[in-house]
């Protein structure tokens, strides 16, 4: 592997973002992603626009700890997992059902460079689309709040809140991305690995702890800056056993994109074109 | 391997059950081969095993010395035009090129220039700028060609490259084709109209149902066909007198009156030995025109090996 080489590479994969990255936020048949990452923003707004009209003080608490639950229980559990299914199934599965994925393998491309395109495609484009639902919620919560409260949160650790909640939702991103991209060679039909994966991830609180590590949304639950106390219906979501540190949560859900990338660049090797059978 | 061909060596392909190839063993030169057979014969088959689309099921195959799981190499000489009448979503034809161009890995100006080259080469540089979508069945064939030479490719693999061309176009097309075969490139087709890979091809491969019936130059694959005594077409005047003198040569085996009756066809199974004695045969009064072989072609080695509705023999 020489210098020439990570230029070629450097070169091929930034021409696979221009294509993937285009594709992937002008798909029509992503609009429900759209949906799905702008809905908390959307009630958070509502929510706020009726407390200005009413002049109604906020109390930012109680509104950081309804964001918290929302990001925890919807946002990463639904949002971002379904918003991954979506992008990240249809990297490859996407093409193959239009006819249209031959054009990249008889380019004198790698696979794996192929797939860390695409990846990374995706991984960019949920990224911005979650992350920009993210950041308006947060918003709306901060923006209907007296102007002395709001910069007195901030200045006391709220920017690390607002930083820990981006950064959260970039890494499952990251996470989910890498789970749903392996899937997406595994199987044909996408119901059948987002139901598997649902399943694995909503058994997290009941899981012996080493088999909770091999999960995303353990070290998601990890990251999180507020934590939900556990109570009402769903208290039992919110149990985390012996939540990570920041660090090693980082680490662990890296590791678990990693060994899911390495298995899918495995698959990606031994693709093969047969429009025919899907 | 060698590094100068086109080389398939006991290669099958095996799709479940169903057999795509057999036991194929190639040896493919620069210039124009055909692949020739019927529908579901393998000759799609055999150009995504040449390109690694799929993966044989046993043996080798190499194109100019690289195997085919490994693209990064392969598809800097090669070029795949396919038979997929698909592409990207809400491209231009300008588009498509160039942003495959890039996937290449070429510079952005590089990758103009080439695009450019490529769309003047297949005359659609007036739609180069509209979508895809808006195009005709000719027209997308056509930025599917210029999409597979963009490169300069060594090695052109084409399926069925003259579907949907109009008469004109097809001409030029296959004028094109003719100018890579002579410029040293292996141009490898696959079609199934027959006067056309009659009139382009330097060698064919005849396939069916998954074997490779025939390959070579035309002439030889046809006088290996040992089953078929060679049909000679002579041209002359009293072609009815002449029959009767050629019935003397035991290497006959049929001698009958042209339809139009300018002409004799003679089947024999020796046609040099009876070029030969031709000469002698000629009786006064009977003049000569032309004498040509009639079923010299890829369209009668066709009927012969394959069968004329397409069933194997």
């Known amino acids: 592997m020489n210098r020439a080489s990570w230029n070629l590479w450097r070169a091929q994969v930034a021409a696979i973002l221009r294509l993937e990255i ?12 759209y949906l799905l990452a702008l809905a908390p923003a959307v009630l958070m707004w509502v929510h706020a626009a009726m407390n200005l009209r009413d002049h109604r003080v906020c109390d930012l608490g109680r509104d950081n700890l309804i964001f918290a639950t929302m990001f925890q229980f919807f946002y990463l559990r639904l949002a971002v997992f379904f918003g991954c299914v979506g992008v990240f199934l249809n990297l490859f599965r996407g093409e193959m059902l239009e006819k249209s994925l031959h ?20 991984v960019i484009t949920t990224s911005v689309i979650f992350c920009t639902g993210t950041a308006l919620t947060l918003a709306a919560i901060l923006i209907h709040v007296p102007h002395a409260a709001a910069a007195q949160y901030l200045l006391n650790g709220g920017v690390g809140h607002i930083v820990a909640y981006l950064g959260t939702t970039m890494l499952a991103c990251v996470g ?24 694995w991830e909503s058994a997290n609180p009941f899981l012996p702890a080493l088999l909770k590590k091999l999960s995303v949304i353990f070290y998601l639950q990890s990251l999180s800056p507020i934590s939900v106390p556990a109570q009402g219906d769903f208290a039992f979501l919110a149990i985390l056993g012996e939540p990570a540190p920041a660090y090693l949560a980082v680490t662990g859900l890296l590791l678990v994109a990693c060994v899911c990338l390495w298995f899918a660049a495995r698959k990606v090797r031994q693709l093969e074109i047969n429009y025919g059978t899907e | ?38 529908n579901g014969s393998g000759k799609t088959t055999l150009m995504n095993l040449m390109t690694g689309l799929i993966r044989p099921t046993e043996g080798r195959i190499s194109i ?28 231009t034809g300008y588009q498509f090129i160039y942003s495959y161009l890039l996937v290449h890995g070429k510079p952005h100006v590089e990758a103009e220039d080439l695009t450019w080259s490529a769309i003047e ?62 410029e040293g490139l292996h141009v490898i087709i696959s079609s199934h109209i027959l006067h056309e890979v009659d009139a382009i091809s330097d060698q064919v491969v005849l396939l069916s149902s998954g074997y490779v019936v025939a390959e070579g130059q035309i002439h030889g694959v046809r006088t290996e066909v040992e089953e078929h005594p060679m049909q000679i077409l002579i041209r002359c005047t009293r072609p009815s007198a002449l029959a009767s003198r050629i019935f003397e040569l035991d290497t006959v085996v049929e ?27 000629v009786v006064d009064g009977v003049d000569l025109e032309s004498v040509a072989p009639a079923d010299d072609d890829v369209l009668s080695v066709y009927e012969y090996l394959i069968g004329p509705d397409g069933g194997s023999i």
């Open chain 2, 1 to 38: 391997m060698s590094e100068n061909g086109i080389t398939f060596e006991n290669v099958s392909k095996f799709y479940g059950d169903v057999l795509g190839v057999n036991r194929v063993n190639l040896s493919i030169p620069p210039g124009i081969t055909s692949l020739v057979g019927p």
């Open chain 2, 255 to 281: 001698a009958r009156l042209h339809n139009d009756g300018k002409g004799l066809l003679v089947r024999t199974r020796d046609p040099d030995r009876f070029y030969l004695m031709l000469n002698r045969l």
């Open chain 2, 121 to 182: 080469r297949v005359k659609l540089t007036d739609a180069a700028h509209r979508k895809i979508a808006g195009y005709s069945k000719g027209m997308r064939q056509r930025i599917k060609l210029a999409q597979a030479m963009a490169h300069a490719p060594r090695v052109l693999v084409l399926d069925e490259p003259l579907n949907g061309l109009d008469p004109l176009v097809r001409a030029e097309t296959i004028a094109l084709f003719r100018s890579l075969a002579e």
């Open chain 1, 103 to 122: 054009y990249y393998l008889l380019t004198p491309v790698r696979r794996e460079v192929l797939l860390a395109g695409k990846y990374l495609a995706g």
């Open chain 1, 176 to 199: 989910y991305g890498s789970v749903f991209l392996l899937m997406g060679f595994l199987f044909r039909n996408p119901i059948v690995p987002a139901a598997l994966v649902l399943i």
């Open chain 2, 64 to 91: 100019l010395g690289v195997a085919p799981d490994q693209p990064d190499r392969l598809f800097n000489f090669t070029g795949y035009c396919t038979q997929f009448d698909s592409f990207p979503r809400g491209m």
């Open chain 1, 22 to 33: 285009k594709k992937n936020f002008l798909a029509r048949r992503g609009i429900w992603i």
